[in-house]
């Protein structure tokens, strides 16, 4: 058996690093060479604690294992662990393979702890190296993987962008397949547009393409193309039309024109067209690279139409005329003296103008609504017959196509008053000669055929009144030649004064005709003087006194003078007092007033005969009117009155006349004083 100290002794002298802590403390009590140099330190340690030994160990796990290992009396190892010790005053860490192991008493506790250790730095050292080489390849190869992976990336991005070139490439290729046989559509299209297609190209206009219908317009051919515009077309210089599509390239807008007027050549010649048209800018991106202009060529329409406007005005005109002609023509009929009225074919009329509705007395609807045979208006002939259907002249002008002139008709009106009428009648014949309707003039006669039914009685009445003294005066100087020689002297008497009453009646009656006759033509001359009028009228009423059939009162103002044709008032007085006496035969007073009225003499001499009815008033100053007194009949020619009343007239006066039935007369007139 070895001794302790030779123990030790090998120890000491062993390679291995080998260290003994006695005690919980971990106090040093052996150490040899080999962990002396592995510490960096020398024996003075030896007999202090670990930690005191080695304060650079503090922070590192060795203190606590050991301790451990003390308290639980169990070994521990541990390869290639780093402990960082302070050699020769530096710091350094070095790689350790160790072994703490507990040594036991009996007892089974930790007696002490042998701790050796092996340096194997370099072996650690060469591992790392190894380790990090291998880690660094790894890293490497995991870099390189990545790159790898990068370039498969990239080159499947390459395979897609290829890809996609391609497909690029190919929608490229269609895309120019496509823009081409659009373009060649284009073309097409403009060829066989029905409308005219201009395009320019750039600011000179250079003319790029053209189709038929737009060099028709034009006239011209193919050689315009590639031409510049006002080159290509030099009479279009100055032209709005042209100087719009300039234009339209400097704006870039748009422009439409309705009807614009252009010149252009036709056989030589400037001639005038017209052109609906539509400028469109052409663009390539934002800019404008040229113009199409589309046109349609109006130039017949509007002429057709400047045809019709000029139509239209003139028929204005026309119509303006017709329209002043009419209201002429209605100016016209409004105020003609004549009726007028239009028919229809059927002869109903259509119009009537105021002259006709008044000579009628009918209003227009009444016109309208008439028939031929209404019995409230019967048309006879002028001599009192009825007149049919088929003689009326607007029957006749439409029945034969012939006018008929100024045949009179008589109409008895609802008033049962007849009215005479002179008709002029004629057909309205259209352009194709048919008779589409007729016009009726007429004008109101009944006062001529008044006139000349009394002129007709008067001549009746005349000749009868004159027949009368004119057998007399006859008889008288026929029973004359008879009885001479022997004719007794009375009867001689007789006979003379029966002739010369006769012959004086003849006179009169004679006087009266030729008074009438200068009266109506109004040359009678007035011959004025100043005198007494009782005095005239004393001077007048003596042939009445001396009949002796009526008694005369004269009454009033006595002293009353006037100034006026004493001879032709005298006629006027006479007159009066030879009606009151005729035509009051019976009554035998005959009463003459004279009175003075403000400015005026008034006469007046009444009867107390039969009177005049209302009805006849009106009339009795009128010429050859005599008022009918049934079975008495007196003589007269109707223009004693008529007479009288012109004669006043002319002297500034007035006549009239108050009659009572049964009771008489008053005829009175009266004379300015101061004329
Ligand atoms: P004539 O010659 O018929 O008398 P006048 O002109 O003198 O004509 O009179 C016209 C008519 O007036 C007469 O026919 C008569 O009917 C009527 N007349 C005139 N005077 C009287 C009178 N005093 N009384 C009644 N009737 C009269």
Redesign the pocket.
């Known amino acids: 058996m070895l001794s302790d100290t030779e123990i030790i002794h090998i120890l000491t002298r062993s390679k291995d690093a080998t260290a003994i802590y006695d005690d919980a403390e971990l106090h040093i009590r052996f150490v040899n060479d080999a962990m002396l140099h592995i510490w960096g330190k020398d024996r003075s340690i030896i007999g202090k604690t670990l930690e005191e030994a080695l304060p650079e160990l503090k922070g590192q796990p060795f203190a606590d294992l050991l301790k451990n290992v003390w308290a639980t009396g169990e070994t521990y190892q541990a390869t290639d662990t780093p402990a960082t010790l302070i050699i020769n005053g530096e710091v350094k860490t070095s790689y350790f393979d160790f072994e703490f192991r507990a040594l036991l008493n009996d007892t089974g506790h930790t007696a002490a702890i042998l701790h050796t250790a092996t340096d194997v730095t370099s072996r650690v050292l060469a591992l790392k190296q190894v380790a990090e080489k291998q880690q660094r390849e790894e890293q490497l190869v995991e870099e390189l993987s990545v790159t790898n992976e990068g370039f498969l990336t990239a080159n499947n991005n390459l395979l897609a962008v290829n890809h996609d070139l391609l497909i690029s490439n190919e929608s490229i290729n269609r895309l120019i397949s496509r823009l081409q046989e659009s373009e060649e559509d284009f073309k097409r299209l403009m060829a066989q547009a029905p409308v005219a297609i201009l395009v320019f190209r750039g600011p000179a206009m250079v003319i790029e393409m053209a189709n038929a219908p737009m060099l028709e317009i034009l006239n011209k051919d193919e050689s315009v193309i590639g031409k510049p515009l006002l080159e290509g077309l030099p009479e279009l210089k100055g032209e709005h039309a042209a100087n719009l599509l300039f234009d339209v390239f400097n704006t870039g807008k748009p422009l439409d024109g309705s009807e614009v007027p252009v010149r252009l050549i036709r056989n030589g010649e400037l001639e005038i067209r017209y052109f609906n048209f539509s400028y469109q800018p052409l663009r390539d991106e934002n800019h404008v690279i040229g113009v199409m202009d589309v046109a349609v060529e109006v130039t017949a329409q509007v002429m057709a139409r400047k045809n019709l406007e000029s139509i239209i005005t003139e028929r204005t005109a026309l119509e303006q005329n017709l329209r002043g002609n009419e209201q002429r023509l209605q100016g016209i009929l409004d105020t003609m003296a004549e009726g007028v009225i239009i028919v229809d074919v059927d002869c109903a009329p259509i119009y009537a103008n105021p002259m006709a509705q008044r000579i009628m007395g009918m209003s227009q609807q009444t016109f309208f609504d008439h028939k031929y045979n209404d019995m409230k208006w019967q048309n006879e002939r002028v001599d009192g017959t009825p007149m049919p259907m088929d003689e009326h002249p607007i029957y006749v002008a439409l029945k034969t196509g012939h006018s008929v002139y100024d045949q009179e008709i008589g109409i008895v009106t609802p008033s049962a008053e007849k009215i005479y009428i002179s008709i002029n009648a004629a057909p309205i014949i259209n352009d194709r000669g048919q008779i589409t309707g007729g016009i009726v003039t007429f004008t109101d006669v009944t006062n001529r055929r008044k006139i000349l039914q009394q002129k007709d009685d008067f001549i009746s ?1 005349a000749s009868h009144e004159l027949k009368t003294p004119l057998a007399s005066l006859k008889g008288a100087l026929q029973l004359l030649d008879r009885m001479l020689p022997d004719i007794s002297p009375e009867m001689l008497t007789k006979l003379v004064g029966q002739a010369n009453k006769s012959l004086n009646k003849l006179t009169d009656l004679v006087n ?1 005709l030729l008074n009438s006759n200068r009266i109506s033509q109004g040359s009678f001359p007035i011959h004025k003087t100043t005198f007494n009028l009782k005095n005239m009228i004393d001077d007048c009423c003596q042939h009445i006194r001396s009949a002796d059939t009526h008694t005369i009162t004269l009454k009033g103002d006595a002293e009353l003078s006037v100034c006026a044709d004493e001879q032709l008032i005298d006629q006027v007085i006479v ?2 007092i ?3 006496v ?3 035969p019976l009554s035998k007073k005959i009463v003459i007033k004279i009175e003075r009225l403000d400015d005026h003499a008034k006469i007046s ?1 009444t ?1 107390f ?4 009815p209302p009805d ?1 008033l009106p009339h ?2 009128e010429r050859y ?5 049934g079975s008495v009949k ?11 009343a012109e004669i006043i007239e002319k002297h500034g006066g007035r006549i009239g ?1 108050h ?1 009572n039935l049964r009771k ?2 008053t ?1 009175w007139f009266t004379l300015p004083l101061d004329a």
């Open positions: 009445v009266s007159n009066l030879n009606n009151a005729k035509y009051a001499v009867d005969g039969p009177g005049i006849k009795v100053f009117f005599r008022a009918d007194y007196f003589s007269g020619l109707g223009l004693g009155l008529y007479i009288c006349v009659s008489g007369s005829f």
